[in-house]
């Protein structure tokens, strides 16, 4: 990947279209083709979670759906079903933009009659949080990748984009640029890289980087249910039962009390999945964009050295 933007795809640039200037027969099309369907819902969620990530009981969130479902000067009803947004319609469309982890057409179609009313939120969202410079192409992009992660992980070969390569900025050590890898949930892993010598060193990182991301996706003294949600999505993302929902919430709880030391029972390579998981997570709930990631993943690679450390480089 060179410095520049993608462009973007055949089905990103009609739903880029689409949500730059909105009409019925756009939410229509959204509904019906189904490459541009994916994109739109992956562009939902991803708006969705960019501007309420840090919701921790989705207050905010479901207030603002409130206000554009029952607001007189909403752009368009829904087009599946004439009539007003059910009372557990805002609930249902926030769990399913916010914490759903299903592929983005069973999530859609998970939401029946509701679909029509998630497009309205998102051309909202477009129109008003996302309108400015480049913003909107950067979403719908974001949302092209996600869709492409979900046909790989699905096991399917095709993509709607080239595939990526090492972007300008991108992490310069095998542990960072390992753990973008997984942030972006790439198949072709760095797994024949050299490993980190230093068992001391690669604790550091991955513990900065899980601390890091952490401190961006909770605001303060978040609340224990909130916390516990977090740490039940790393279970689930974890691919290793020992980190199960319990082991989980210690870890999350240890790093956000920022207690240095390792909950007691824990393998080194356990530590390190669990913090990398907690990484992948909290940037995942927040949709972060692939240069985000970067910019964090340096940043981290920064305050290691900055502790006497020595990251092996990338060859």
């Not at 980087?209 to 609340?223: G, Q």
Request: charged share 25%.
């Amino acid at each position: 990947m060179t410095g520049q933007r993608r462009e973007l795809t055949a089905a990103g640039r009609r739903v880029h279209r689409l949500l730059a200037a909105p009409t019925v027969a756009g939410h229509v099309a959204l509904a019906l083709r189904r490459p541009s369907r994916q994109v739109a819902v992956k562009a939902w969620i991803v708006a969705m979670r960019r501007t309420f990530g840090r919701d921790a009981t989705h207050g905010r969130a479901e207030k603002y759906v409130r206000e554009v479902l029952h607001s007189p000067a909403r752009s368009f009803a829904s087009f599946r079903a004439r009539r007003r947004p059910g009372p557990d319609t805002p609930s249902r469309l926030v769990v399913a933009a916010l914490e759903n982890g299903a592929p983005a057409l069973s999530a859609w179609s998970a939401l029946g009659s509701d679909q029509g009313w998630a497009v309205t939120l998102l051309t909202g969202l477009a129109q008003t949080r996302f309108a400015a410079g480049a913003g909107l192409t950067e979403l719908v992009h974001a949302a092209e990748l996600r869709v492409d992660r979900e046909r790989r992980i699905a096991g399917h070969g095709s993509r709607l984009t080239p595939a990526p390569g090492v972007r300008p900025g991108a992490p310069r050590t095998v542990l960072g640029q390992d753990l973008r890898a997984g942030a972006m949930f790439d198949p072709a892993r760095p797994g024949d890289l050299p490993k980190e010598p230093s068992a001391e060193a690669a604790v550091a990182f991955w513990r900065t980087a899980a601390l890091a991301a952490l401190d961006r996706r909770f605001a303060p003294d978040p609340p224990a249910e909130a916390v516990a949600v977090f740490a039940r999505r790393v279970a689930v993302l974890a691919t290793d039962p020992r980190l199960d929902e319990a082991t989980a919430l210690a870890v999350v709880r240890a790093a956000l009390e920022g207690r240095p030391e390792t909950p007691a029972g824990l393998s080194p390579d356990l530590v390190h999945q669990a913090m990398a998981v907690v990484f992948v997570q909290a940037v995942e709930d927040l949709a972060w964009y692939e240069r985000e990631i970067d910019d964090l993943l340096c940043g981290v690679e920064r305050e290691v050295a900055g502790q006497g450390f020595r990251l092996l480089p990338m060859p």
